[in-house]
C-alpha cells in the first residue's frame, strides 16, 4: 500500500488546514478493511497518534487533539482527511498517515506532511 499526504503549511495560531491521504497500490475493497490513522512527530520528540478511524468508522483520538480535530475517511476515494481546526503552536509537527490491519500497528506509512503553527 502507498500512501500520499498532503496539505500541510504554515498557519497562525487559531487557524485551520486539511489534511489528505490517498491511499494506492490495492484495491479499494481491501482498503476499506484496514484502518486509517495520523500520527505526528514533533522536533525532539516521539511519533505519536493523534487520531485514527477503524474500518467500521469508529474514531479515536489524542487527548491534545479532541474538540479540535476530526478524522474522517472516504473509502470510494481511498482517502482519509484529517480536519484541524483551533490550531496551536504545540501543533507544529510532521503529520504521517498510515493504514493497519490490527490497530496500532501501522504496515505502511505516507512520506509525512509538515505543520507549522505560528503563535
Known amino acids: 500500500v502507498q500512501l500520499q499526504a498532503s496539505g500541510g503549511g504554515l498557519v497562525q495560531a487559531g487557524g485551520s488546514l486539511r489534511l489528505s491521504c490517498a491511499a494506492s497500490?490495492?484495491?479499494?475493497?481491501?482498503?476499506?478493511?484496514?484502518?486509517m490513522g495520523w500520527y505526528r512527530q514533533a522536533p525532539g520528540k516521539q511519533r505519536e497518534l493523534v487520531a485514527n478511524?477503524?474500518?467500521?468508522?469508529?474514531?479515536n483520538y489524542a487527548d491534545s487533539v479532541k474538540g479540535r480535530f476530526t478524522i474522517s475517511r472516504d473509502n470510494a476515494k481511498n482517502t482519509v482527511y484529517l480536519q484541524m481546526n483551533s490550531l496551536k503552536p504545540e501543533d507544529t509537527a510532521v503529520y504521517y498517515c498510515?493504514?493497519?490491519?490490527?490497530?496500532?500497528?501501522?504496515?505502511?506509512w505516507g512520506q509525512g506532511t509538515l505543520v507549522t503553527v505560528s503563535s
Open positions: 498510515a493504514v493497519s490491519i490490527i490497530s496500532g500497528r501501522p504496515i505502511s
Open positions: 497500490g490495492i484495491s479499494g475493497s481491501i482498503i476499506s478493511t484496514y484502518h
Open positions: 478511524i477503524l474500518s467500521a468508522g469508529y474514531t
